[in-house]
């Protein structure tokens, strides 16, 4: 296991389908994220799991969105009724703690184009 | 107005140019982290730093708490550094980072 890997790496769907995304993180890595990004913006925080407890929940996360880590590995990111603004780069992140800072580790990315 | 912001947003230059992205926020930080990302959406990163100053090859990151600032310096610039770069912010007692827009930087040869 050399680092986070998520799947797909891109997905297109019409609008009003559903999507799941999975993250795989680094084993040893107790907290995963989920973040989205825009083109031109930098990442938004979308949600946070410390082993299989969601922890946190962005505002941008609307009820359309949920979020899995059933058994404190791997992750599933769903989005129902696919929406244009939808459209981005979904991000995971696994981290461990050093020095009173997480230190994470990105995957490369599921990137979302909804028609 | 975001918490993190970055200046400039996107920079040009040629290679062999010393450059300096910026970096400054508004709360109280536990970290600072400089993040690379290449086309395609890979998030590398580069430095993590809650003090004075790390350097790893030609990049050097340093940060001022009490002026809430942080830069990060390439020297010798080169193609391959073109990528966006971002900070990010470990908020004091939060488990998040908050990003900057990130800066997109091109060096040409």
């Known amino acids: 296991d050399t680092g986070v890997s998520q799947n797909p790496r891109h997905k297109i769907t019409k609008r009003g389908q559903n999507v799941t995304f999975r993250c795989d993180p680094i084993?040893?890595?107790?907290?995963l994220y989920w973040y989205r990004q825009t083109l031109g913006q930098g990442p938004e925080f979308l949600t946070y799991f410390q082993n299989e407890a969601q922890l946190e929940k962005s505002r941008l996360l609307s009820d359309r969105f949920s979020a899995e880590r059933p058994k404190g590995s791997f992750s599933t990111l769903e989005i129902q009724r696919t929406e244009q603004g939808d459209s981005a780069m979904y991000l995971c992140?696994?981290?461990?703690?050093?020095?009173?800072?997480?230190?994470?580790?990105f995957g490369a990315g599921s990137r979302l184009t909804v028609l | 107005k975001n918490e993190v912001e970055q200046s400039p947003q996107n920079l040009t230059a040629q290679e062999g140019e010393f450059i300096t992205i910026n970096c400054s926020y508004s709360v109280g930080i536990s970290a600072l982290h400089w993040l690379q990302q290449h086309p395609g959406g890979g998030i590398v990163s580069l430095f993590m730093l809650s003090s004075g100053k790390k350097k790893h090859g030609r990049l050097i990151a340093t940060i001022n708490i009490q002026e809430k600032h942080s830069s990060l310096h390439i020297t010798a610039s080169h193609p391959r550094d073109s990528a966006v770069y971002i900070c990010a912010a470990h908020i004091q007692g939060a488990q998040k980072l908050v990003f900057g827009q990130g800066t997109r930087l091109t060096i040409n040869p």
């Open positions: 084993s040893e890595h107790n907290r």
């Open positions: 992140a696994s981290s461990f703690w050093l020095s009173g800072a997480n230190v994470l580790t």
